[in-house]
């Protein structure tokens, strides 16, 4: 068994919950960092989700590579945290 398996988690912080329920409901195409000001979630928190495998990051570069659109989605993990059936984001 891996080792960071072997440790739990320790419990999500209101933002951090906030965060992954709206990423559950997104569509596929995950979520842009701008849109979660609209919710006041801070990038640190989408950070630390990535950094702790709930949530994922997808880089898309639009119009050549003047514009880089960068996307958040959640994974399996993140769902699992937040109790959430991932076929209909509930």
């Known amino acids: ?9 320790r419990p999500l912080s209101e933002q951090q919950r906030l965060a992954l329920k709206v990423l559950a409901v997104a569509d596929m195409d995950g979520v842009s960092e701008d849109a979660f000001a609209f919710y006041g979630v801070r990038t640190g928190v989408l950070v630390e989700l990535v950094n702790a495998g709930l949530a994922s990051v ?33």
């Open 1 to 9: 068994m891996p080792i960071a398996s072997q440790h739990r988690r």
């Open 58 to 90: 997808t880089v898309e570069k639009l119009g050549g590579t003047r514009i880089e659109v960068t996307r958040v989605s959640i994974t399996d993990s993140g769902r699992a945290a937040i109790g959430s059936d991932p076929h209909n984001g509930r």
